[in-house]
């Protein structure tokens, strides 16, 4: 992202989100019990998002994948409890 002018990053476990990440020049930050299933640390992912833009950098690419790995094993029970999940991560975000 040098090349336009700003300091990016990226918070992704998939090696092809994490890929496409590196080859633009993002920053990959690493979040502990991030895990891209269901159970991720995703108020993690949205505190380390904020430290970041708080550090310096101009956009953080944050990927959130728990929400597709439970429509794929087709429990729309454990999907509404990852968007649960990710609603009381995200919360921080309204302050």
């Known amino acids: ?3 336009w002018g700003f ?3 990226a918070i992704a476990v998939g090696p092809l ?4 990440a590196k080859s633009v020049g ?3 930050l690493e979040v502990e019990g991030a895990t891209g299933l269901p159970n991720s640390n995703f108020k993690g992912k ?3 998002g904020l430290s970041a833009l708080e550090s310096g ?3 953080v ?3 959130i994948k728990g929400t597709d790995v439970a429509s794929h094993m087709k429990n729309p029970e454990l999907k509404v409890k990852v968007l649960e999940r990710i609603d009381d991560a ?5 302050d």
């Open 26 to 28: 993002m920053k990959l």
């Open 57 to 59: 950098f101009d956009f």
């Open 17 to 20: 989100y994490k890929g496409i």
């Open 61 to 63: 690419f944050v990927h």
């Open 46 to 48: 949205i505190e380390k």
């Open 7 to 9: 300091k990016s990053a």
């Open 90 to 94: 995200l919360e921080s975000l309204l």
């Open 1 to 3: 992202m040098k090349k």
